[in-house]
């Protein structure tokens, strides 16, 4: 199988994800529920995993760096730890579904930067007019459907200047793109750790930069004494039974994306990128949404053909052997600013084992799917 869905999760990992895996859940327990070998061996993990991406995101305090299930579930804690019932949120008009629905349960009050596709100083320009009174400011990194990557850097710059705490959702940016927490200024950064991070499913972080408010209580394996959650971090967020086996392979994955580093990625993905792009830009009928700018666009790409719909071109690159997804990729909200929320798109999207024999194969089964 060629694998093109690796915006949706990382299939391709290295190998070492799986061993590490395997390792732990034949000799780790719990951290904090004991001090025997397991429970000690289980709590080396967790810290490793906690220090390896603290240096990924050049953050001081491995303590702040929270496990999660899944970026969903980062994003609900944040979400909820900033925003009132009613409250006022600015966010991009490219974000995913997984920020949109929290808002909605809150009954919060939407605010829209929106801007075009590809075009990173019209998404500052609307976050500047639009900025103040919020009680936050979400912004996706990239965008999920289209590989959009917004300028959260300058838009973060805006918040601090106006006091407005700012949430990221680096589902698509993490072990992609290089990202300086601290200097963003940011109150949390959500991932998941099955996607760039090429760590398992069921994994995720959430970067703090204070407090939180926790969206589940429970047990926290210390204080047992108290009826309430500790203060501190990661304990304050982390109720019950961690996921440490996976998060002996989300460590790996972070080893390996480190020893790979952002840049080391970009250079693996990117003249992959450009020679899929080039060759779907020729076959005819094909609308191909990519940036005509260099270092605006990550490795996804998604199109639409005047011809056929995303479904059934996903479905017969499925019978040849070649994963993609179609459809609306669970944010309507960035389709809608896109003009494609009627038909959706068929997305591809790159990870750094793909090769440039399968962008081939890609390219020709494509060409005729639509020629017949």
Request: aromatic share 4%; hydrophobic share 45%.
């Amino acid at each position: 199988m060629i694998y093109l869905d690796s915006a949706a999760t990382s299939l391709l990992k290295p190998p070492s994800v799986a061993s590490a895996v395997y390792r732990a859940i034949q000799s780790c327990a719990t951290p904090g529920r004991g001090t025997h070998a397991a429970a000690m061996r289980a709590s080396d993990v967790a810290l490793s995993c906690r220090e390896e991406a603290a240096a990924l995101f050049h953050m001081r305090e491995p303590e702040k760096v929270v496990f999660t299930m899944n970026a969903t579930h980062g994003l609900n804690i944040a979400i909820r730890s900033l925003v009132p019932p009613g409250g006022r949120v600015l966010i991009s008009g490219w974000e995913h579904n997984a920020v949109l629905r929290p808002l909605y349960a809150l009954g919060a009050e939407i605010e829209v930067a929106a801007s075009p596709l590809f075009d990173p100083e019209a998404a500052l320009r609307a976050f500047r007019e639009k900025l103040g009174g919020q009680c936050a400011v979400i912004c996706s990194h990239v965008s999920n459907v289209f590989g959009f990557i917004l300028p959260v850097e300058e838009i973060a710059a805006l918040c601090r200047e106006r006091g407005v705490p700012m949430i990221i959702d680096a589902s698509q940016s993490a072990g992609v793109l290089d990202l300086d927490f601290p200097a963003t200024g940011a109150a949390f950064c959500a991932m998941p750790g099955h996607k760039g991070l090429l760590g398992p499913q069921g994994t995720g972080l959430l970067l703090c930069a204070g407090s939180a408010e926790p969206l589940l209580t429970g047990g926290t394996g210390g204080r047992s004494e108290s009826h309430t959650m500790p203060e501190e971090l990661p304990d304050r967020l982390e109720a019950g039974t961690q996921n440490i086996c996976g998060a002996a392979g989300l460590l790996a994955g972070l080893r390996a994306v480190r020893a790979m580093g952002p840049e080391g990625v970009r250079r693996r993905e990117q003249p992959l990128f450009a020679f899929l792009r080039r060759g779907l830009q020729s076959l005819p009928g094909l609308r191909v949404f990519a940036a005509e700018t260099v270092g605006v666009q990550t490795a996804v790409l998604s199109v639409v053909s005047e011809a056929m719909s995303c479904e059934t071109m996903a479905d017969a690159l499925g019978r040849a052997g070649i994963a993609v997804r179609a459809g609306l990729h669970c944010a309507p909200l960035a389709h809608t600013t896109a003009g494609t929320l009627a038909t959706g798109t068929l997305r591809l999207s790159l990870s750094p084992y793909n090769t440039r024999r399968e962008m081939e194969r890609c390219v020709a089964a494509l060409e005729k799917i639509l020629k017949n």
